[in-house]
Protein backbone atom coordinates (compact mmCIF):
# COMPACT_ATOMS: atom_id res chain seq x y z
CA UNK A 1 0.00 0.00 0.00
CA UNK A 2 1.52 3.38 -1.13
CA UNK A 3 0.86 6.44 0.33
CA UNK A 4 0.70 9.85 -0.73
CA UNK A 5 -0.42 13.34 -0.82
CA UNK A 6 -3.82 14.29 -2.29
CA UNK A 7 -4.08 16.79 -5.09
CA UNK A 8 -6.50 19.87 -4.41
CA UNK A 9 -7.49 20.29 -8.00
CA UNK A 10 -8.64 16.13 -7.93
CA UNK A 11 -11.31 17.05 -4.63
CA UNK A 12 -12.62 19.98 -6.38
CA UNK A 13 -13.41 17.81 -9.42
CA UNK A 14 -15.45 15.82 -7.77
CA UNK A 15 -19.49 16.49 -7.33
CA UNK A 16 -19.78 15.37 -4.16
CA UNK A 17 -17.72 17.93 -2.92
CA UNK A 18 -18.71 20.41 -4.35
CA UNK A 19 -20.46 22.28 -0.89
CA UNK A 20 -16.73 22.89 0.57
CA UNK A 21 -15.16 26.54 0.03
CA UNK A 22 -11.58 26.38 -1.79
CA UNK A 23 -10.06 27.44 1.40
CA UNK A 24 -11.38 24.14 2.96
CA UNK A 25 -10.68 22.78 0.20
CA UNK A 26 -7.07 22.96 0.48
CA UNK A 27 -7.18 22.63 3.98
CA UNK A 28 -8.80 19.23 3.15
CA UNK A 29 -6.31 18.29 0.58
CA UNK A 30 -3.57 18.68 3.12
CA UNK A 31 -4.98 16.70 5.68
CA UNK A 32 -6.09 13.61 3.32
CA UNK A 33 -3.78 10.80 2.43
CA UNK A 34 -4.13 9.16 -0.87
CA UNK A 35 -3.54 5.39 -0.25
CA UNK A 36 -2.74 3.26 -3.51
CA UNK A 37 -3.75 -0.54 -3.25
CA UNK A 38 -3.65 -3.68 -5.28
CA UNK A 39 -7.02 -5.83 -6.02
CA UNK A 40 -7.87 -7.84 -2.49
CA UNK A 41 -6.57 -5.47 0.01
CA UNK A 42 -8.56 -4.82 2.80
CA UNK A 43 -8.85 -1.68 4.27
CA UNK A 44 -10.44 -2.58 7.42
CA UNK A 45 -12.24 -5.49 9.20
CA UNK A 46 -14.86 -6.28 11.61
CA UNK A 47 -14.07 -5.17 15.21
CA UNK A 48 -11.43 -2.63 14.66
CA UNK A 49 -10.88 1.03 15.72
CA UNK A 50 -13.15 3.42 13.81
CA UNK A 51 -11.26 6.39 12.91
CA UNK A 52 -11.00 6.89 9.42
CA UNK A 53 -13.24 8.52 6.66
CA UNK A 54 -12.51 7.73 3.05
CA UNK A 55 -13.14 8.22 -0.43
CA UNK A 56 -12.96 6.36 -3.62
CA UNK A 57 -10.42 8.75 -5.73
CA UNK A 58 -9.78 5.82 -8.60
CA UNK A 59 -10.99 1.97 -8.90
CA UNK A 60 -14.11 0.59 -6.50
CA UNK A 61 -14.27 -0.94 -2.82
CA UNK A 62 -16.34 -3.86 -1.76
CA UNK A 63 -18.43 -3.88 1.15
CA UNK A 64 -18.90 -6.67 3.50
CA UNK A 65 -20.52 -7.58 6.52
CA UNK A 66 -19.14 -11.35 8.39
CA UNK A 67 -22.43 -13.21 9.49
CA UNK A 68 -21.62 -15.87 12.44
CA UNK A 69 -21.43 -18.86 9.69
CA UNK A 70 -17.69 -16.88 8.25
CA UNK A 71 -19.67 -15.83 5.27
CA UNK A 72 -19.79 -12.63 3.85
CA UNK A 73 -22.40 -10.58 2.40
CA UNK A 74 -21.57 -7.55 0.36
CA UNK A 75 -23.59 -4.41 1.37
CA UNK A 76 -22.11 -2.15 -1.48
CA UNK A 77 -20.09 -1.29 -3.95
CA UNK A 78 -18.41 2.28 -3.56
CA UNK A 79 -16.90 4.07 -6.63
CA UNK A 80 -15.02 6.68 -7.66
CA UNK A 81 -16.40 10.00 -5.57
CA UNK A 82 -18.32 8.09 -3.06
CA UNK A 83 -17.12 8.20 0.73
CA UNK A 84 -17.19 5.13 2.58
CA UNK A 85 -16.18 3.92 6.46
CA UNK A 86 -18.86 6.08 7.92
CA UNK A 87 -19.24 4.02 11.43
CA UNK A 88 -15.98 7.04 12.07
CA UNK A 89 -18.45 9.69 12.62
CA UNK A 90 -20.10 7.86 15.98
CA UNK A 91 -17.35 8.67 18.46
CA UNK A 92 -15.66 5.43 20.25
CA UNK A 93 -17.20 2.93 17.63
CA UNK A 94 -15.80 0.10 16.01
CA UNK A 95 -15.84 -1.47 12.03
CA UNK A 96 -18.63 -3.68 11.68
CA UNK A 97 -18.02 -4.67 7.99
CA UNK A 98 -15.05 -5.11 5.91
CA UNK A 99 -13.72 -3.01 3.35
CA UNK A 100 -11.77 -4.46 0.33
CA UNK A 101 -10.90 -3.18 -2.89
CA UNK A 102 -12.54 -5.14 -5.52
CA UNK A 103 -9.64 -3.56 -8.36
CA UNK A 104 -6.48 -1.37 -8.10
CA UNK A 105 -7.65 0.96 -6.18
CA UNK A 106 -7.11 4.75 -5.07
CA UNK A 107 -8.67 6.16 -2.14
CA UNK A 108 -8.61 9.40 -0.11
CA UNK A 109 -8.74 9.20 4.20
CA UNK A 110 -8.58 11.48 6.26
CA UNK A 111 -9.28 11.59 10.44
CA UNK A 112 -12.89 11.84 10.72
CA UNK A 113 -12.44 13.85 13.95
CA UNK A 114 -10.51 16.71 11.98
CA UNK A 115 -12.90 16.24 8.76
CA UNK A 116 -16.04 16.96 11.03
CA UNK A 117 -13.86 19.90 13.11
CA UNK A 118 -11.65 21.32 10.71
CA UNK A 119 -13.54 20.69 6.92
CA UNK A 120 -16.95 20.75 8.39
CA UNK A 121 -16.45 23.74 11.02
CA UNK A 122 -18.49 21.71 13.42
CA UNK A 123 -17.24 21.03 17.08
CA UNK A 124 -17.26 17.25 17.56
CA UNK A 125 -18.73 16.53 20.65
CA UNK A 126 -22.12 18.19 19.34
CA UNK A 127 -21.38 16.68 16.21
CA UNK A 128 -21.56 13.01 17.85
CA UNK A 129 -24.15 13.40 20.21
CA UNK A 130 -26.12 14.17 17.01
CA UNK A 131 -25.31 10.79 15.31
CA UNK A 132 -25.25 9.12 18.61
CA UNK A 133 -28.59 9.81 18.48
CA UNK A 134 -29.77 9.49 14.82
CA UNK A 135 -26.86 7.88 12.95
CA UNK A 136 -25.80 5.26 14.87
CA UNK A 137 -29.45 3.68 15.39
CA UNK A 138 -30.19 3.87 12.07
CA UNK A 139 -26.85 2.13 10.70
CA UNK A 140 -27.47 -0.63 13.44
CA UNK A 141 -31.15 -1.20 11.81
CA UNK A 142 -29.97 -1.58 8.24
CA UNK A 143 -26.21 -3.99 9.55
CA UNK A 144 -29.18 -6.03 11.62
CA UNK A 145 -31.68 -6.44 8.97
CA UNK A 146 -28.89 -7.32 6.11
CA UNK A 147 -28.10 -9.66 7.90
CA UNK A 148 -31.42 -11.02 7.72
CA UNK A 149 -30.44 -11.75 4.11
CA UNK A 150 -27.62 -15.01 5.32
CA UNK A 151 -28.75 -16.08 8.94
CA UNK A 152 -30.76 -18.87 10.22
CA UNK A 153 -34.96 -17.75 11.58
CA UNK A 154 -34.50 -18.13 14.99
CA UNK A 155 -31.39 -15.86 14.98
CA UNK A 156 -33.17 -13.22 12.92
CA UNK A 157 -35.96 -13.33 15.05
CA UNK A 158 -33.68 -13.07 18.05
CA UNK A 159 -31.73 -10.18 16.42
CA UNK A 160 -35.88 -8.57 15.89
CA UNK A 161 -36.64 -9.01 19.59
CA UNK A 162 -33.03 -7.15 20.97
CA UNK A 163 -34.22 -4.18 18.44
CA UNK A 164 -37.77 -4.05 20.13
CA UNK A 165 -35.89 -4.58 23.93
CA UNK A 166 -34.18 -1.54 23.01
CA UNK A 167 -37.47 0.85 22.42
CA UNK A 168 -37.61 3.84 25.21
CA UNK A 169 -40.94 2.10 26.49
CA UNK A 170 -39.76 -1.57 26.70
CA UNK A 171 -36.49 -0.15 28.46
CA UNK A 172 -38.84 1.54 30.76
CA UNK A 173 -41.09 -1.96 31.63
CA UNK A 174 -37.34 -3.81 32.02
CA UNK A 175 -37.94 -5.99 28.37
CA UNK A 176 -41.75 -6.17 28.01
CA UNK A 177 -42.65 -6.04 24.50
CA UNK A 178 -46.22 -4.26 23.31
CA UNK A 179 -48.92 -6.29 22.59
CA UNK A 180 -48.92 -5.44 19.41
CA UNK A 181 -46.40 -7.01 18.59
CA UNK A 182 -47.81 -10.08 17.27
CA UNK A 183 -46.34 -13.62 15.58
CA UNK A 184 -47.86 -11.53 12.24
CA UNK A 185 -45.91 -8.21 13.19
CA UNK A 186 -42.91 -10.53 13.61
CA UNK A 187 -43.11 -12.51 10.49
CA UNK A 188 -43.46 -8.97 8.65
CA UNK A 189 -40.01 -7.69 10.43
CA UNK A 190 -38.20 -10.63 9.22
CA UNK A 191 -39.66 -11.70 6.14
CA UNK A 192 -41.08 -15.47 7.06
CA UNK A 193 -44.42 -16.70 7.41
CA UNK A 194 -46.39 -16.84 10.98
CA UNK A 195 -46.29 -20.93 11.60
CA UNK A 196 -42.14 -20.55 10.84
CA UNK A 197 -41.82 -17.77 13.53
CA UNK A 198 -43.89 -19.19 16.30
CA UNK A 199 -41.58 -22.02 15.84
CA UNK A 200 -38.26 -20.06 16.22
CA UNK A 201 -40.01 -18.19 19.13
CA UNK A 202 -40.58 -21.74 20.65
CA UNK A 203 -37.09 -22.65 20.35
CA UNK A 204 -35.33 -19.34 22.01
CA UNK A 205 -38.42 -19.64 24.82
CA UNK A 206 -36.76 -22.56 25.45
CA UNK A 207 -33.48 -21.36 25.31
CA UNK A 208 -34.37 -18.80 28.49
CA UNK A 209 -34.37 -15.75 26.15
CA UNK A 210 -37.69 -14.26 26.52
CA UNK A 211 -40.64 -15.43 28.95
CA UNK A 212 -44.25 -14.90 27.81
CA UNK A 213 -46.72 -12.95 30.20
CA UNK A 214 -49.98 -12.91 28.73
CA UNK A 215 -49.96 -12.03 24.79
CA UNK A 216 -46.75 -10.36 25.40
CA UNK A 217 -42.97 -11.18 25.86
CA UNK A 218 -40.69 -10.36 28.23
CA UNK A 219 -37.05 -10.18 26.76
CA UNK A 220 -34.36 -11.79 29.40
CA UNK A 221 -31.98 -8.96 28.52
CA UNK A 222 -28.87 -10.49 29.70
CA UNK A 223 -29.20 -13.87 28.28
CA UNK A 224 -30.66 -12.42 24.86
CA UNK A 225 -27.15 -10.01 24.73
CA UNK A 226 -24.55 -13.40 25.87
CA UNK A 227 -26.41 -14.96 23.37
CA UNK A 228 -26.24 -12.42 20.24
CA UNK A 229 -23.26 -11.11 20.90
CA UNK A 230 -21.33 -14.79 20.27
CA UNK A 231 -22.59 -14.26 16.82
CA UNK A 232 -22.61 -10.67 16.24
CA UNK A 233 -20.53 -8.60 19.07
CA UNK A 234 -20.78 -5.87 15.89
CA UNK A 235 -23.61 -5.23 15.96
CA UNK A 236 -25.06 -5.35 19.51
Given at each position: ??????????????????????K?????S????EL??????????????A???????E????????G??????????????????????????????????????????????????????????????????????????????????????????????????????A????????????????????G?????????L????????????????????????????????SL?
Amino acid sequence: MLKTAVQSAELQSLQILNWIPRKRMNLLSRHMTELRLGKGEVLYRPGQPAKQLFCVLEGSVGLSLLGSKGNYLRLAVVERGEFFGISALVSGWRRVSRAMTLRASRVGAIDAKLFVSEICAMPWETFTALTDTTIKPLLLLSLRRAVFLVEDLPDRVALALWEFAGHPNAVTLKGLLPSTLTHEELAAVVGASRPRVSLALKQLESRGLFAREGNQIRVQKKPLQDYLQRKYESLI
